[in-house]
């Protein structure tokens, strides 16, 4: 399945003129997602953005387990085999809802990796020619944090720590389609700091939630490891991550759950000092996380803590923290400016 493949069909180009979309559409949407950029194939149907009517995913954690990481063509091949199983699945859960009553169909177009991408974006495009709906390409990071609007009452402007397995950012969002990217990593990104301290003290992959469960159990204040100095409200882990390996090669046996509640004390420290300065600056009462990291135990307290001075805080719960369609969905619908035709290329990075 290649992209090209489209180029021969008639260039499909809806427009908000000819079909109303969004929360201005004044009528109910029902937006069928698919998610495969990395290792999660995924089926999701949100009603207006906010209400979870079907929601599927299909982990291939088990697969790359063995890897100690994932393969990106077998990860292709599993969305391959998973796919027609989770759209399926996904109208078995929506009941009495066809495909004909869908509003629209959004597939994520990146970052991600292309051979994972392409499979979900194809049956999402196939699925919107055959039912001759809107196809909307949606940008998985802002997909995280649209992953907050499902419940609940969230309206910009807010300020969003957006951490996840190839991202760290802090973002501005100004409205549902306006957002300004105040700093992110200049090295490793949460998830993969946490991915690669874990390997490294000997924690089989996914590494960032077992790394999270053993901190609970040690002393945070065990090891003083150093914060990355950089400007701004951009970030660094990569001196971090050097310092642990310096650390755990120090001993013959290594206290793994102090080395894990210090790492993760240095890192929701150094995140919360960055938003919080951001969230001062900006003058912003509602604060947002999202991505993979988001759902990691001390980075939520920390924030969480935010509520006893004055912020409202939003997380999403645990099942839209990961890679999932319904925060796919829900971005489609509130970025009404994302309309798409059905030659939309996948990308690999991100592209401002
Ligand atoms: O957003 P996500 O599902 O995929 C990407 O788009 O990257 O994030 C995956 C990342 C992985 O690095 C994983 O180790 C990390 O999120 N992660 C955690 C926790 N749960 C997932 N890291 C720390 N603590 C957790 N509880
Ligand atoms: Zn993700």
Redesign the pocket.
Known sequence: MYNNTMKNIKNKLFSKEQVEIGPESGYDNYIMAIES??D?TACAIVKNGREVIANVVASQIKTHAQFGGVIPEIAAREHLDSINIVIDEAFKQAGDLKPEDITAFAGTVGP?LVGCLLVGLNAAKTLALTYDKPFIGVN?LNA?LCGNYIDTDLKPPYMALL?????TQIIDVKSYSEQEILGETIDD????A??KV?RLIGLPY????R??KLAQEGNPKAFKLPEGKVEGYNFSFSGLKTAVLRLVKSFDEVPVNDVCASFQETVSSTLLKKLKKALEEKGYKQVVIA???A???E?RKKIFALESEGYKVFAPPMKY???NAAMVASCAYFNINTFDDVNTEVFSRIKC
């Open positions: 950029s990395c999660e991600g998985h995280h951490v996840s397995g190839g991202h990104a949460v998830g993969e946490y991915d874990a996914p590494g960032g939630p790394l999270d991505g993979g990291v759902a990691n135990s980075i923290c990961t890679d």
